[in-house]
């Protein structure tokens, strides 16, 4: 009787089987990944605009019930503006004074800005990371207070958008 095994009967994978089978689920992860990022990107950058349209909508509010934006009505103007984030809190308060024009409690103003100075992508998304529960964001107002630009960031791109309220030069 033979007990030799011949080569034939032998089952399994050979290492180059083997090895294509990685090659391909690597593939597959990465793709994957890539996807995940990009839908991640997208979904934030979609968060961003719609915190900044609600931000426009409430400060349009706040301007047409006492005709002017809330950083005039606070005294702020570019030449008094000494420290940005402490003027962003004061009109983020001015504008929550009232119910019809009050921000979600999950959004705010983290700078207050001279018109014409534009925040880089990364301050803005520092903005919205400073905290882990309100997002807050730029803002640039004109010394006549008709109009403010409101800043944030498009992950999607790594730029800078911007959303205006009422009319500024």
Not at 52 to 70: D, F, Q
Not at 105 to 116: I, R, T
């Amino acid at each position: 009787m033979d007990t030799k095994i011949k080569r034939s009967d032998v089952k399994g994978f050979t290492i180059v089987e083997l090895l294509i089978v990685i090659v391909v689920i690597g593939i597959l992860a990465a793709i994957v990944i890539v996807t995940y990022n990009g839908v991640t990107q997208r979904s934030k950058a979609a968060e961003y605009q719609t915190d900044t349209t609600t931000i426009v909508k409430k400060a349009e509010a706040y301007g047409s019930l006492n005709s002017g934006y809330a950083l005039t009505a606070a005294g702020a103007d570019a030449a008094t503006v000494v420290a940005q984030t402490a003027t962003a809190a004061a009109l983020t308060t001015t504008q929550n004074s009232i119910n019809d024009t009050k921000l979600p409690s999950s959004l705010a103003y983290f700078a207050v800005l001279p018109w014409g100075t534009v925040p880089t992508y990364t301050q803005t998304l520092a903005g919205i990371n400073a905290s882990t529960t309100v997002d807050y964001y730029f803002v640039t107002y004109c010394a006549t207070g008709k109009g403010m630009r409101i800043y944030y960031p498009d992950p999607v791109n790594s730029a800078v958008k911007t959303s205006d309220v009422g009319i500024c030069p």
